[in-house]
């Protein structure tokens, strides 16, 4: 089978984690790679404080970027989390399950790091790829099978494959799969973020502060507190020579925060809110919770308040192949229910960047190994919006008046029992990490 054209150039639409993942390794594969962002500069991505990165992200991150780059990861990644707590709204203890294997120097263990952070590390070593202030409108297909893509300033660039990476409102898949749909979820969800001091601190139980706290409160309300510590983190000599940058003022110990709840239960309108106003607004849907989460919302600075509707893709069914695709949020976004749209765009991006490799040397025709991706993409990032759906839908019975109420005192008793038995509590984990591993 013949070899590509060793000219064969790649566009990708979007400098996003899985964007920037396939670059790397496609740029390391030596395919001529360019990714054009709509950001004018790296420093005006505003995408969230907080990632969890699982086993499986890491392990697809590290296939796709460089030694040094993977080992930068690692060293700007906040303390792993020691414990996964689920609590009442008044802070009292329904489970709590111990997460092992946290291995900072591999893949192994959950890991937690800004997100803009992660970004600024993928940027490395693609400073000749990654073009700022391109704001991507249309692509066009060219009689000889190339394709070329359109931006807001008039420019184009010209490709063999075009790849949406660009987010759940990509432009890429509304021209390519015009009839994939997402729809809104009833959940509204706010959420801030402090700085970490002894004040601050003192407001979380040992277990709170070195772990992942779930809070399950009347009306189908949930809650998040994760705290981000920096402290402990650890970069060898070369790595501090090579990007100081990275360890010098960018590391604030911060606790975040998140509260949702079902639309019904809130304002009408919520649009015109500013950020003093969602605060006001979740120190009175938390009335009546434990004090030390009403703390953690007033010292937070109300700049940091964000508002988002959670949406969710339709899951698709399998389309006609060629050489457009997608990526990450751009074809499968999902709920924070499960914590897996990053991973899982990490991991279409090692995956993509295999079968493009196989492509590219012979082994498959291209537009056959694309539809190999698409078909495994379908499948695994399916199973992962349907559970991620499952976790925030505001038709559950959860927020429901009086039905809820039964619900969740079932869902807490039940809870308490697995608490209990440390054996149950045992292997529970050890399903949510196998889980996590391969996912």
Known sequence: MARIDPSWHVLI??????????????KQAGIRVSVFERDRAAKDHQGGFRVGISPAGSRALRACVPPEVYELFLATCARPPHYFNVLTEQFDELVC???????ADSV????????????????????????????????????N?????????????????????????????????????????????LGGKLPMTAQSRALLSDKMFEGMSMIMAPKGFGAIIHSLEFGRRSANAALLARWPDFFSTRYDDSIGWGLWGARQHLPSDMSAMDGESLKQLALLLTLRWHPHMRKLIELTDPTTLQRINIRTSIPLSPWRSDNVTLLGDAIHTMTPGRGAGANTALRDAALLCTTLIGARDGATPLVEAIHAYEAEML????????ESRKQ?????????????????????????????????????????????AAN
């Open 13 to 26: 639409i979007g400098a996003g984690t899985g964007g920037l993942a396939l670059a790397h390794g496609l």
């Open 97 to 103: 399950l111990q997460i092992e294997g946290e291995a």
């Open 145 to 189: 099978g190339s394709l070329t893509a359109h931006f807001a300033d008039g420019t184009k660039a010209t490709g063999d494959i075009l790849i949406g990476a660009d987010g759940t409102g990509s432009r890429v898949r509304k021209q390519r799969l015009p009839h994939a749909r997402h729809e809104d979820t009833g959940i509204v969800s």
């Open 392 to 436: 925030m839908n505001a038709g559950d019975l959860i927020h429901k008046p009086i039905l809820g109420r039964i619900q969740l005192a079932a869902m807490r008793s039940g809870m308490r029992v697995v608490n209990a038995v440390p054996p149950l509590k045992r292997r529970i984990m050890e399903k949510i990490q196998r889980v996590r």
């Open 108 to 143: 192994h263990g959950e890991k937690n790091v800004v997100r803009k952070t992660l970004r600024d590390v993928l940027l490395i070593g693609l400073d000749d790829v990654v073009v700022f202030d391109k704001a991507f409108e249309r692509y066009e297909r060219n009689g």
């Open 379 to 386: 499948r695994y990032s399916t199973e992962a919006v349907l």
